[in-house]
């Protein structure tokens, strides 16, 4: 490259040559993010052959489905090297198969929020039926509670404490009082953009067992009937039968929800990284792509676990120096060309970074030099790249649309609504379910605690109040084992 991305964007940020600077950062962008997918895909997708295939199990007709699409895809693309115009129409078949994907795993996620709440009731009842050792009385263990959450001044992991605790102590708190804390949380986002709020709004309901997800109709509805059984069950007077039945219940099919879980992170980081490459290669000219000795190696990799999950006869094994017979062998191979490529993406994310971070306001000041310029499309793509580059495996790749302010009307409208929701779902509810979702959502909203010493009364008043020993020794041990991990590690630290 003749220029490199750092000229680009001191020359913009300069509005210095820009008819000339724009089109360069646009290639560079793309090139860059492309060649970044290209490395961690091979490593990905190496990975995710092994997964499958030694640790996954069989797969459903819908899995197996999903993954020879994704098969499909690459093979198509790495394989047969199709045209700019070929490129786009399988991007736009991954972003199909993505919208699916997030699909299927929101529902997983809603399953296993609604399955959480009845493990954090059982296992308050669990010492009903098991003998309890002895436990801190509850002066000390306050005292131990209040010395671990402030024995840090960070007050981003002071709050995560406090937090922690919170959602593991006896809930006696009042419902009005519980209200209250919800519009002060709501409160909170006054002034912040909508979409901050409606993040916090999913949150809620996704942890109070509010959320209903249209598609849960539809995908993954054998979860249903176990979920079913356990609303209907009667927890306050439950016999040891019953709780290893309830038991079984709730870790089988969390065990099933989170294995699924796990693989339909691992389809959508595929096809997120699947997706920028092809979508790159749509955009870019063959004289502007990046010609890479490393990223040919990073292209043998994907082209030979895309061949050994096809079972296909290949000459990509010639490319080795002595003879491949055995998958064992083939993979052994490709790992030791993985070796070749260590450090490729932590150099070019480094890039990444600096090109992201001007990436807002270079669209801001150029807006009308880039609809001139005919790079409004490359703009919105880069824009998706940075999506899809993130953390954030099934972040919404939608068109951007204007973000407003949270004003108070529309704080207290929110707020009202969640608390509605909420009281009409308790109405319904045992004490134990809403103790549970009252729990639940404290856990993760705002902390509502201004000093220490409302922390030690709220601790040591959750205790008093409590006069079900079982639970109580229940919220006590795994507050204690926090407090022994947390002290060890630190031990391992110093």
């Not at 047969?80 to 490129?87: A, L």
């Not at 067992?209 to 209907?232: A, C, H, R, S, V």
């Not at 190696?297 to 002595?322: C, H, M, P, Y």
Request: with cysteine; net charge negative.
């Amino acid at each position: 490259m003749n220029i490199s991305i750092t000229k680009c964007i001191r020359e913009l940020n300069r509005n210095h040559n820009v008819e000339e600077m724009l089109p360069e950062y646009v290639k560079q962008c793309r090139n860059y993010y492309g060649s970044h997918a290209c490395y961690k895909l091979a490593l990905e997708y190496f990975m995710f052959f092994e997964n499958v295939s030694e640790e996954a199990g069989p797969l459903n007709s819908d899995e197996d489905r999903i993954l020879g699409q994704i098969n499909s895809i690459t093979e198509s693309f790495f394989l047969k090297m199709p045209d700019m115009e070929g490129c786009k129409k399988l991007s736009e078949e991954l972003l199909s198969l993505r919208k699916e994907i997030t699909d299927r795993m929101q529902v997983l996620s809603a399953y296993v929020d609604c399955f959480s709440v009845y493990e954090y009731i059982l296992n308050r009842l669990e010492y009903r039926f098991k003998d309890m050792e002895e436990m801190p009385e509850d002066v000390q263990f306050t005292e131990d509670v209040v010395q671990f959450i402030f024995s840090s001044k960070d007050n981003a992991a002071i709050n995560e404490k406090v937090r922690f605790v919170i959602g593991q102590l006896p809930m006696r708190m009042l419902r009005s009082k519980y209200f209250d804390v919800i519009r002060e949380s709501v409160s909170i986002y006054k002034g912040n953009s909508l979409s901050s709020l409606e993040g916090f709004e999913y949150m809620f309901r996704t942890n109070a067992m509010l959320y209903k997800d249209k598609n849960m109709d539809i995908y993954f509805t054998e979860f249903k009937k176990p979920l079913e059984e356990l609303k209907n069950a009667g927890f306050e007077d439950i016999d040891i039968t019953q709780y290893k039945n309830y038991n079984d219940i709730v870790e089988d099919n969390t065990y099933e929800l989170l294995k699924l879980s796990d693989l339909y992170i691992l389809f959508g980081e595929i096809v997120n990284l699947l997706y920028t490459v092809i979508a790159v290669a749509a955009y870019t000219d063959e004289a502007d792509r990046v010609q890479d000795k490393s990223l040919g190696v990073a292209a043998t990799v994907i082209k030979g676990i895309n061949v050994l999950f096809s079972g296909k006869d290949s000459d990509i094994w010639r490319l080795a120096e002595e003879a491949l017979d055995i998958e064992k062998e083939k993979l052994e191979w490709l790992s030791e060309l993985l070796d070749e490529l260590t450090g490729k993406q932590e150099t070019i994310s480094e890039i990444l970074d600096m090109a992201e971070a001007a990436l807002g306001q270079v669209k801001e000041v150029h807006g009308g030099a880039i609809d001139s310029l005919g790079l409004t499309e490359n703009f919105d793509l880069l824009a998706r790249l940075s999506l899809l580059n993130s953390n954030s495996t099934f972040a919404e790749l939608g068109e951007d649309i204007e973000d407003v302010e949270v004003t108070a009307q529309m704080a207290d409208e929110a707020a009202g609504k969640l608390i509605s929701e909420v009281k009409e779902l308790f109405k319904n509810s045992s004490r134990i379910l809403r103790r549970a979702v009252m729990a639940n959502t404290l856990e993760k909203i705002p902390v509502f605690f201004n000093t220490p010493q409302e922390v030690a009364d709220y601790v040591s008043l959750s205790l008093l109040q409590c006069d079900d020993e079982a639970e109580k020794y229940a919220s006590k041990e795994i507050i204690m084992d926090e407090i022994e991990e947390y002290r060890m590690f630190n031990e391992t630290q110093e």
